[in-house]
């Protein structure tokens, strides 16, 4: 075990030794983190008006049961004022309740809440379905009384009490986080998979300096050299994976969706997979220049096409089913199957198992080229 944990530690000299070291740690997670920052400020508060003329029990009844999670509620008492708020794209829109609604209410007739939009059309359906429940529940309440004012307070005031149960939930719709968590997944994985890549780099540079040799001289076998090479990057790896996964738990709160033990397990398994790649690569390809640029090549199309940069839901089906033979895909899908709420182990275990596989195949690759190459490699690029 003496010559492993030499390899592990010459290894990470190298890799500390370079002057970029901090930069190459630090900036795919700062990265990473000014995404997450960007995308989480632009679903900010949604500000929204009302103008009650009306000002009775039912109308407030209406406000209160509209009021939108993470929102700015705004009243007016000029139709004028809050045409030209909207204008101004000061709030995102508003609803009028009309001056008679409760006596409408009471009698059976129709008397509508106008909405009044800006740009934001979804917003508009999401407080007229409110709103149709909300009319719909003191409609009935109405009819309950048989319109008579004092019996339908009454039966008002009983269900605010609760004596008669009335259960109002405010659903958070948490896609928005969902989308965010996938692509600052995805962006860090395909930064984790450029900082892999040094541990071609290492070996390339082993084989111009004919350290092949003298390693293989010494009682080293294929399987200790490339597990020196894998603890060496992993540990770099994982700094950077721990530091984002912080960052977006417990500074920026965003929900991801996918428990912490798993969201971890998933992107060391992501982890282990770059670097047995580029391991692979490293060792099969002779010529650093052709090495790199298949490496690149394959990780930003493979990042491309597995949803890492745009929400998976957006990439064409044909595309997705062709992205499964990356290994990206199988971790997005990991995230995907936690938020849709199907993320039982048993759901994600062929996900796992694959992941497993793709790492076992490059590394017995890599052992492979090391075991049955020559021992001494002719300089990359001569």
Same mark, same amino acid.
């Given at each position: 075990?003496?010559?492993?944990?030499?390899?592990?530690?010459?290894?990470?000299?190298?890799?500390?030794?370079?002057?970029?070291?901090i930069?190459?740690l630090?900036?795919?997670?700062?990265?990473?983190?000014?995404?997450?920052?960007?995308f989480?400020?632009?679903?900010?508060?949604?500000?929204?008006?009302?103008?009650?003329?009306?000002?009775?029990?039912?109308?407030?009844?209406?406000?209160e049961?509209?009021?939108?999670?993470?929102g700015?509620?705004?009243?007016?008492?000029?139709?004028?004022?809050?045409d030209?708020?909207?204008?101004?794209?000061?709030?995102?829109?508003?609803?009028?309740?009309?001056?008679g609604?409760?006596?409408?209410?009471?009698?059976?007739?129709?008397?509508?809440?106008?909405?009044i939009?800006?740009?934001?059309?979804?917003? =508009?359906? %999401?407080?007229?379905? $409110?709103?149709?429940?909300? !009319?719909?529940?003191?409609?009935?309440?109405?009819? #309950? &009384?048989?319109?008579?004012?004092?019996?339908?307070?009454?039966?008002?005031?009983?269900?605010?009490?609760?004596?008669?149960?009335?259960?109002?939930?405010?659903?958070?719709?948490?896609?928005?986080?969902?989308?965010?968590?996938q692509?600052?997944?995805?962006?860090?994985?395909?930064?984790?998979?450029i900082?892999?890549s040094?541990?071609?780099?290492?070996?390339?540079?082993? =084989?111009? %300096?004919?350290?092949? $040799?003298r390693?293989?001289? !010494?009682?080293?076998?294929?399987?200790?050299?490339? #597990? &020196?090479?894998?603890?060496?990057?992993l540990?770099?790896?994982?700094?950077?994976?721990?530091?984002?996964?912080?960052?977006?738990?417990?500074?920026?709160?965003?929900?991801?969706?996918?428990?912490?033990?798993?969201?971890?397990?998933?992107?060391?398994?992501?982890?282990?997979?770059?670097?047995?790649?580029?391991?692979?690569?490293?060792?099969?390809?002779?010529?650093?220049?052709?090495?790199?640029?298949?490496?690149n090549?394959?990780?930003n199309?493979?990042?491309?096409?597995?949803?890492?940069f745009?929400?998976?839901?957006?990439i064409?089906?044909?595309?997705?089913?062709?992205?499964?033979?990356?290994?990206?895909?199988?971790?997005?899908?990991?995230?995907?199957?936690?938020q849709?709420?199907?993320?039982?182990?048993?759901?994600?275990?062929?996900?796992?198992?694959?992941?497993?596989?793709?790492?076992?195949?490059?590394?017995?690759?890599?052992?492979?080229?090391i075991?049955?190459?020559?021992?001494?490699?002719?300089?990359?690029?001569?």
């Open positions: 075990m003496s010559e492993f944990f030499y390899l592990v530690r010459k290894n990470l000299k190298l890799i500390f030794n370079s002057k970029l070291i930069a190459q630090l900036i795919p997670v700062a990265a990473t983190l000014a995404f997450i920052k960007l989480s400020s632009m679903g900010g508060t949604l500000n929204y008006g009302v103008m009650d003329l009306d000002k009775t029990t039912s109308s407030k009844y209406v406000i049961g509209t009021k939108v999670n993470k700015n509620i705004t009243y007016f008492e000029s139709e004028s004022e809050l030209q708020k909207i204008k101004n794209r000061e709030i995102d829109g508003a609803y009028i309740i009309p001056k609604f409760e006596d409408a209410i009471l009698k059976g007739t129709d008397n509508k809440i106008s909405i939009m800006g740009s934001d059309s979804s917003l =508009k359906n %999401s407080l007229q379905s $409110s709103i149709n429940d909300k !009319s719909g529940t003191l409609t009935q309440m109405a009819q #309950g &009384a048989k319109g008579i004012k004092e019996t339908y307070y009454k039966i008002m005031d009983e269900s605010g009490n609760k004596i008669i149960s009335v259960n109002q939930y405010n659903l958070e719709d948490k896609k928005y986080d969902f989308q965010v968590t692509m600052s997944v995805g962006i860090l994985i395909f930064f984790m998979m900082r892999a040094a541990t071609s780099d290492i070996m390339l540079e082993e =084989k111009r %300096s004919n350290c092949y $040799s390693i293989f001289a !010494s009682p080293v076998t294929p399987l200790k050299f490339i #597990g &020196a090479n894998i603890l060496a990057n540990s770099i790896l994982l700094i950077q994976m721990l530091l984002t996964v912080f960052f977006m738990e417990w500074v920026f709160k965003i929900t991801t969706g996918v428990p912490m033990p798993m969201l971890l397990f998933a992107l060391l398994l992501i982890s282990l997979v770059a670097i047995a790649f580029t391991t692979m690569m490293g060792i099969a390809i002779k010529d650093d220049k052709v090495s790199g640029l298949v490496s090549l394959l990780m199309v493979s990042c491309m096409v597995s949803g890492c745009v929400p998976v839901e957006w064409p089906q044909n595309i997705r089913s062709i992205s499964y033979v990356f290994p990206q895909s199988w971790v997005m899908d990991i995230l995907e199957k936690y849709n709420g199907i993320g039982d182990f048993k759901d994600i275990l062929i996900n796992i198992i694959t992941l497993i596989a793709f790492i076992g195949t490059f590394l017995v690759i890599a052992a492979y080229k075991k049955y190459s020559n021992k001494e490699m002719s300089l990359v690029g001569e």
